[in-house]
C-alpha cells in the first residue's frame, strides 16, 4: 500500500475519531432530535443504567454525534459509498464498523475500530482503565457545581503553581473563557459572573447560536478540497478550533472542565491514527487487539512514537550577516523571519507525508518546534532517519549548515499518558525524555560523525561561482546568479516573501507537490514542496483543480487577524499565523518636514512600509518653543522577551497534566503572540515592527519611548491573559540603538538585555523583570519609573510648571549614582543630600530672581525636594531611567 493511500485510510480514522465528541456540541445546543430517533441512538451509543426499578441513559451526547454527522453530512467529505476502508460503509449491512459508529459508540465499544477510538479518548483525557469505567457510569456534573449546559471552561493558567502548592477547588476558581468563537477577544478569560449563565435555557441559547455559526462556517470550506481527506482535515482543524475552543470538553463525573473540545478532539485523533496505523501495519489480528483494548492488558506495550521537531540556529538564521545585507534590510528580515515558520511548517509536512499521516497527528506547532504522534514501528523509525537526510541534505545545500532541523523520538506506552493514583507522573518522564532526545539531537546536527553522514556537497562549492558575478550580494556566501541580480535563489526569495507578505494581494499560500505551470512562486522548493502566495480566491474555483489532481497538499490563510477583536478567526481555509504586524504609511496629514530627519521624503506615501530611518523618528514631537522644530532623538527601541520559567510551567506547573492539557496550554500561549500581539500592536502601537513572535517569546522593533510603552502595555495585557496569576509572567530586554545599527549587533543588544532581565534577583522575586537603558529592576519598579503616572512624567509636569532648567536635570544623573553608592556604604557619598539641596535650591533662585524669600519659591523648593528629592532616594540608581527618558524626550 502507497502512502497516500494509507495517509487516506489513516485519515478516516482520524476524522471519526477528531469527531466522537461531536454529539457535546449537538446537545449541549439542544438541536431538535424525534424521540423515536433519540430512543434508537441512545439505546445503540449510549452506556445504560438500571437502579431502583428504573432505567436510563448515561453519556448522552454520543446519541447527539450521530445527529451531528446526519446535520453536517453534505458539507463533509464522502462518508458514503463501497470504498470507506478502513470503515464498511455508512449504513451498509456491515454498518456496525462504519465512521458513524466507531465515532459515537466510544463510550460503548465493541469492534477493534471503536476500541481504537475509545482508547484514544481515554488516553487523551489521562484516565487509566479503572478511572474512565468510573466516567463511563457518572452523570452529568462538573465540580464547578455547574452541568454540562451552563458549565463553562476553565481557564489553565489560573490553576498554574511553581511554589508546591494547589490551585483549590475548582468552584473556587474566578475565571472562565466566554462561550465564543475564537476571536482576539475571546481569548481572554473574564470573571465567572460574567461567563456562566444562571439556568439552562440561556445556556443552550448560547450553544445553539454558536452551533448555527459553526454549521454556516462549515460551509466556507472549498467543495472541490473534500475530495482530498488531508487538505480538507487541514481546514477543519481551523474551523474546529475556531468554533471548539472555548466548549469545554469533559462535564461527567466531577471533573474540573478546562480542557476544551478543540484541544482533546485532536489530541483523541492523533493517537487513534498513531494506534490504528500500529496495529494496522504490523499485520495484529484485530478481534484479539480488540480484546486486549477492552481488558487494558496491552496498556503498557509501547505502540506509540512520539516525534518532536526543532529548527536549530534560528536568530544567526534571521540575522545572518555577509554581502550587502543592509540593502533591502527590512524586507530580508520580514522574509527570513517568516521562512522559519514555513521551514518548520513543510518539515512537519515531509514527516506526515512521509509516514503517512493525517494532519491531526501533529498536535504542536509554535516558534520553530512541532510535536508529532506516529505508530512506533521499525518502518517508521528508518523512514523517519531518511526524512532527517533530506532535511539535512537541504539545509546543506541551501544554507551551507547556517541553520537545521532536527528530529528526535520517543517511543511510548498508553501508560504513559495517564494520570497514576500514586503521584507519579508518567506523562511528565516520557516529555523530559524526549527534550533529552532532541539535545542530543542538536550536538549530533547533519549526522557529520555517523554512518548516515550527508554527501560531500561542498566539495564542488567554488565551482558553483561565476566568476562574473561572484557571491550572493545579500548572503556574501551563496554563489549569485545573473539572472536574479546577483543575489542567490534562497535569498531573492526571502526578500521577495518580505514583499508578498506585506502586499493585500496576497492572502493564502499553496503547497503543492508539483510546480504549477504559468503561476510565479518561490523559486526555491522546500523539502519537495513549491510554494505559491496568492489572492484569497481564484475564479477556477478556489484552487480546485489542483486539490482534485492531488497536487495541492495544503492551502493556508495567512492573514492578519481582523479589526474587529470579536470578529471570528475563520476565512475558510487552515489558518497560519507567520505573518507579523508591519507599520505603513496612511494618509494622515501627520508627516511633517523635519520630522524625518536623514530619511528620504519620497518614502513617504499612503501604504508605504516604513523604513526602520522612518520609524526610528515616529516618537519625535513639535517643539513648542521652536516652530518647525521637533523634539526628541531619532532612535529604535528593540524589544526581546519571554515567558518566565516555561520549563517548570509545563513539567510541574499545571496539576493532573495531560496529553490534551500540554497541548492545549502551548497553543494558548502562542496564540497571546500570534494572535494577540500583532493586533494589539495594529490599533495601539502602530510603528512597532515584529520581527517575530510566538511559541513564549518575541522580538520587536519600534520607536524607542513607544516600546517602553508597549513593553507596560504587554506585560498588563498578559497579566489579564493568565488570569491574573502572579506566578506566570515574563522578562523583557529593551534596548535603544540608531537605526543605521546592522540587526545582529540590534539583535545581540536586545538579547544581552533581555539576559540580564533574566538574571534579577530581588528578595524571594526571581526574574518578571525588565531590563533598560542598563538598568535592571522588578515591573512594578519600572512603571514607577517610567509610566503614565511615574518619575518620569512628574519630571515633565515640573517643567512645564517651573521651567526645569537642562543642566539641573542632568546634574540628577550624578547624585542618583552617589545615592546607590550611599545605599551600599560608602559614606563620602552621602553628601549627595546636601549637594541636591543645593542645586535645587539654586536652580529655583535663578529662575526666580527677585522673589527669592517669598513663600511661592520656598513651597517651590519644598515640592522639588518632596517629588525629586524623595525619588532619588527612594530609587536611586534606577530613577536614571526616568531621567535618560525625560531628556530623550526633549533632546
Known amino acids: 500500500m502507497n502512502q497516500d493511500n494509507l495517509q487516506l485510510l489513516s485519515s478516516r480514522v482520524a476524522l471519526a475519531a ?7 456540541f449537538a446537545e449541549r445546543a439542544q438541536l431538535p432530535m424525534d424521540e423515536e430517533t433519540l430512543a434508537v441512538h441512545l439505546q445503540e451509543y449510549c452506556p445504560r443504567k438500571e437502579q431502583g426499578g428504573r432505567t436510563w441513559y448515561t453519556h448522552r451526547h454520543a446519541a447527539y454525534t450521530a445527529l451531528g454527522f446526519d446535520l453536517l453530512e453534505q458539507h463533509l467529505p464522502e462518508l458514503i459509498g463501497p470504498e470507506m476502508a478502513p470503515f464498511a460503509s455508512w449504513r451498509s449491512k456491515e454498518a456496525d464498523d462504519s465512521l458513524l459508529n466507531a465515532a459515537a459508540r466510544h463510550h460503548k465499544p465493541e469492534t477493534f475500530l471503536q476500541w481504537v477510538i475509545a482508547t484514544a479518548d481515554r488516553v487523551a483525557s489521562g484516565f487509566d482503565r479503572e478511572k474512565f469505567e468510573q466516567y463511563n457510569a457518572a452523570e452529568e456534573g462538573t465540580s464547578t457545581g455547574k452541568n454540562h449546559f451552563q458549565a463553562r471552561q476553565l481557564t489553565l493558567f489560573e490553576q498554574i503553581r511553581l511554589d508546591g502548592k494547589t490551585a483549590g477547588q475548582a468552584s473556587e476558581l474566578q475565571f472562565r473563557y466566554p462561550l465564543k468563537p475564537l476571536s482576539v477577544s475571546s481569548l481572554f478569560p473574564q470573571s465567572r459572573a460574567a461567563c456562566e449563565p444562571a439556568d439552562n435555557t440561556l445556556a443552550q441559547a448560547e450553544y445553539l447560536g454558536l452551533w448555527e455559526g459553526f454549521s454556516t462556517a462549515l460551509e466556507e470550506i472549498p467543495a472541490s478540497h473534500r475530495g482530498q481527506l488531508p487538505l480538507w482535515l487541514d481546514h477543519f482543524d481551523s474551523l474546529w478550533q475556531c468554533y471548539a475552543q472555548a466548549i469545554p470538553s469533559a462535564t461527567a463525573f466531577g471533573v474540573r472542565p478546562d480542557v476544551s473540545l478543540y484541544d482533546h478532539s485532536r489530541t483523541t485523533a492523533a493517537l487513534a491514527a498513531a494506534l490504528w496505523r500500529y496495529h494496522h501495519d504490523l499485520g495484529h489480528e484485530e478481534a484479539e487487539v480488540a480484546v486486549q483494548m477492552r481488558l487494558g492488558s496491552d496498556w503498557d506495550e509501547q505502540k506509540l512514537l512520539l516525534v518532536q521537531g526543532d529548527f536549530f540556529n ?3 538564521f534571521i540575522f545572518a550577516t555577509g554581502g550587502d545585507s543592509a540593502k533591502k534590510a527590512a524586507k530580508l528580515l520580514r522574509g527570513r523571519s517568516a521562512y522559519v515558520s514555513l521551514l518548520t511548517e513543510c518539515a512537519a509536512l515531509r514527516v506526515l507525508d512521509d509516514l503517512g499521516l493525517p494532519p491531526t497527528s501533529q498536535v504542536i506547532n509554535a516558534a520553530g518546534k512541532f510535536l508529532i504522534l506516529a505508530p512506533n514501528t521499525e518502518p ?3 523512514q523517519l532517519m531518511e526524512t532527517q537526510r533530506r532535511i539535512n541534505d537541504w539545509f546543506l545545500q541551501q544554507s551551507y549548515g547556517q541553520a537545521g532541523l532536527g528530529l528526535a523520538w520517543e517511543a511510548a506506552s498508553c501508560n504513559d499518558f495517564v494520570a497514576r493514583s500514586d503521584g507519579a507522573a508518567p506523562f511528565q518522564q516520557l516529555m523530559a525524555r524526549l527534550m533529552a532526545s532532541l539535545e542530543r539531537a542538536k550536538f549530533q546536527a547533519f549526522s557529520l560523525c555517523g554512518s548516515g553522514a550527508p554527501a560531500p556537497v561542498f566539495t564542488e562549492y567554488l565551482e558553483q561561482f561565476d566568476p562574473a558575478v561572484g557571491a550572493c550580494r545579500l548572503s556574501g556566501r551563496a554563489p549569485g546568479r545573473a539572472d536574479l541580480d546577483g543575489v542567490c535563489a534562497l535569498a531573492a526569495d526571502q526578500v521577495r516573501l518580505g514583499e508578498m507578505l506585506v502586499s493585500d494581494r ?25 510554494l505559491y502566495f496568492t489572492a484569497a480566491e481564484e475564479s477556477s474555483g478556489k484552487f480546485g483543480a489542483e486539490a482534485s489532481s492531488g497536487n495541492l497538499r495544503r492551502a493556508w490563510d495567512f492573514s492578519l487577524p481582523p479589526e474587529d477583536p470579536a470578529e471570528p478567526l475563520w476565512q475558510g481555509y487552515g489558518r497560519r ?3 507579523g504586524y508591519v507599520p505603513r504609511f496612511d494618509s494622515s496629514a501627520h508627516y511633517a518636514d523635519g520630522k524625518y530627519q536623514g530619511c528620504d521624503s519620497d518614502d513617504i506615501e499612503s501604504g508605504a512600509v516604513k523604513t526602520f530611518n522612518h520609524i526610528a523618528c515616529e516618537d519625535r514631537t513639535p517643539n513648542p518653543a521652536q516652530e518647525g522644530q521637533w523634539a526628541g532623538i531619532a532612535a529604535l527601541g ?11 510551567i509545563f513539567a510541574a506547573g499545571l496539576p493532573g497534566n495531560s496529553f490534551a492539557r500540554m497541548s492545549a496550554l502551548s497553543r494558548q500561549l502562542d496564540q497571546f503572540f500570534t494572535v494577540f500581539l500583532p493586533w494589539h500592536c495594529a490599533r495601539h502601537f502602530p510603528d512597532t515592527y515584529t520581527v517575530f513572535a510566538g511559541g513564549d517569546d518575541f522580538f520587536l522593533i519600534g520607536p524607542w519611548r513607544s516600546q517602553i510603552r508597549l513593553a507596560q502595555s504587554m506585560r498588563a495585557e498578559f497579566k489579564r491573559y493568565v488570569a491574573e496569576n502572579p506566578q506566570l509572567h515574563f522578562s523583557a530586554g529593551i534596548a535603544l540603538h540608531k537605526p543605521g545599527l546592522p540587526l545582529a549587533q540590534l539583535s545581540a543588544a536586545g538579547e544581552e538585555a533581555l539576559e540580564r532581565a533574566k538574571g534579577y534577583r530581588h528578595h524571594e522575586q526571581h526574574k518578571d523583570a525588565v531590563c533598560c537603558f542598563d538598568s535592571v529592576l522588578g515591573w512594578p519598579k519600572f512603571e ?5 503616572e511615574g518619575c518620569e512624567q512628574q519630571l515633565l509636569t515640573l517643567r512645564n510648571e517651573v521651567n526645569l532648567s537642562t543642566s539641573y536635570v542632568y546634574g540628577l544623573l550624578s547624585l542618583s549614582e552617589q545615592a546607590e553608592a550611599a545605599a551600599a556604604g560608602d559614606p563620602s557619598a552621602s553628601i549627595w543630600r546636601s549637594r541636591f539641596a543645593y542645586r535645587t535650591q539654586r536652580m529655583v533662585v535663578e529662575r526666580h530672581r527677585g522673589r527669592a524669600d517669598s513663600e511661592a519659591v520656598k513651597k517651590l523648593y519644598e515640592r522639588l525636594a518632596d517629588e525629586v528629592g524623595d525619588a532619588i532616594a527612594q530609587y536611586r540608581r534606577a530613577y536614571r531611567l526616568a531621567l535618560q527618558s525625560y531628556l530623550y524626550r526633549l533632546r
Open 577 to 579: 499565523a507567520f505573518n
Open 380 to 382: 517508521v523509525r528508518m
Open 314 to 316: 534560528i536568530q544567526e
Open 784 to 788: 514607577a519609573l517610567v509610566g503614565e
Open 506 to 530: 496576497f492572502q493564502r499560500l499553496l503547497l503543492t507537490n508539483k510546480p504549477l505551470q504559468g503561476r510565479g512562486g518561490l523559486s526555491v522548493a522546500i523539502f519537495g514542496y513549491s
Open 638 to 648: 528593540i524589544l526581546k522577551g519571554d515567558v518566565d520559567n516555561l520549563g517548570s
Open 18 to 24: 477528531y469527531l466522537h465528541d461531536l454529539g457535546k
